[in-house]
């Protein structure tokens, strides 16, 4: 019967987890964003599906993929809970080298002496994966306005610590039904988790797996223009260390009002691209002084409100795809 029950759960977690997947991909993702959701899919269907009788190869091919579950839900998370851009060569020269990490586990656990110790990293790496997953979940929590996010990204730690420490006792079990219960409650586990996955991201309202916000018809105006007047006007932006609860309490605003509009009728997805727009439109203007005048970019960096050269070059970067200094070159006097 748990068998059965087992089996079955699996199957629905496969449709579920194939289902959800077409509807993200189908709504449009950026390439950088669908290759490691792409590459969780196939490895976590790898490891559902691995007990069922294949042909060798294709057996070692799942198995290749389920060595790379807990690396790839790492790389899912940040995929998810960051709105920075992951190098796709990055992502595949780590997996490689994860593949080759786990292969060779392999090879020393056929040595009996050393087999306990093997399995004993081997779970070890598993569960730092986990955890660096859940170090995703949280950071950039307090900046983070898209309210769908916010929620999952509680539901995400209880899920991986459920999931997790079924999943380890699955695999130290040594009773055959003992084993069976486990698997069950895991793959049930699963199953729960990625409908609920299904459920908050079907309507496509916030699309927290985008790249950017999709701004809704503006219901604020009036907050609006107060924003944009303390911003442009009083260019409040420059307050270092400035959050979100400093700025609701600056415009006399309710938080959580605020974190709607700015990211509903504003469309920033997080409170420092929020910020960091409006010092990137100053940095752009200083980078056009010309002559004797011209101000440093490391000048530029601290009077737009950043407090060192490298998160100015990263800002400035992800909002014209040009560093500051390809950016001033590319409009000097030809």
Not at 68 to 75: E, G, I, N, R, T
Request: proline fraction near 3%; charged fraction near 20%; charge should be positive.
């Amino acid at each position: 019967m748990t068998e059965q029950i087992t089996f079955t759960t699996t199957l629905l977690s496969v449709y579920s987890i194939v289902i959800t997947a077409i509807l993200i991909f189908r709504n449009g993702l950026a390439k950088n964003r669908a290759v490691p959701l792409g590459l969780f899919i196939f490895a976590l269907i790898s490891y559902l599906v691995m007990d069922v009788e294949f042909h060798p190869y294709l057996f070692e091919f799942l198995v290749s993929g389920a060595f790379l579950l807990p690396f790839s839900f790492w790389k899912l998370s940040k995929m998810i809970f960051s709105d920075d851009d992951q190098p796709l060569g990055r992502l595949g020269i780590e997996a490689v080298i994860v593949l080759i990490y786990y292969h060779g586990m392999i090879q020393l656990g056929y040595n009996e002496v050393l087999l306990p110790y093997v399995m004993l990293v081997v779970k070890i790496t598993s569960i730092s994966f986990l955890a660096l997953s859940v170090v995703e979940s949280q950071r950039g929590k307090k900046d983070d306005l898209v309210k769908s996010r916010l929620k999952l990204r509680k539901t995400f730690v209880y899920f991986i610590a459920i999931t997790g420490l079924i999943t380890i006792l699955t695999e130290t079990s040594l009773a055959t039904t003992e084993m069976l219960t486990l698997k069950m409650l895991q793959r049930i586990a699963i199953l729960l988790f990625s409908s609920y996955f299904l459920v908050v991201n079907s309507t496509w309202k916030e699309g927290f797996l985008g790249k950017k916000a999709n701004p809704v018809k503006v219901l604020h105006q009036e907050l609006i223009n107060a924003i944009q007047e303390l911003m442009l006007d009083q260019k409040f932006y420059k307050q270092e260390g400035l959050t979100i609860g400093q700025l609701a309490e600056k415009l006399n605003e309710q938080e959580y009002k605020l974190r709607s509009v700015i990211n509903q009728e504003m469309g920033y997805r997080n409170f420092p691209a929020f910020i960091n727009s409006f010092r990137i439109e100053e940095a752009r203007e200083l980078l056009l002084i010309k002559g004797k005048e011209k101000p440093t970019i490391q000048e530029i960096a601290f009077e737009t409100g950043f407090n060192s050269i490298g998160p100015f070059n990263r800002a400035f970067k992800a909002e014209t795809n040009l560093t500051p200094k390809a950016f001033r070159d590319q409009n000097a006097p030809q």
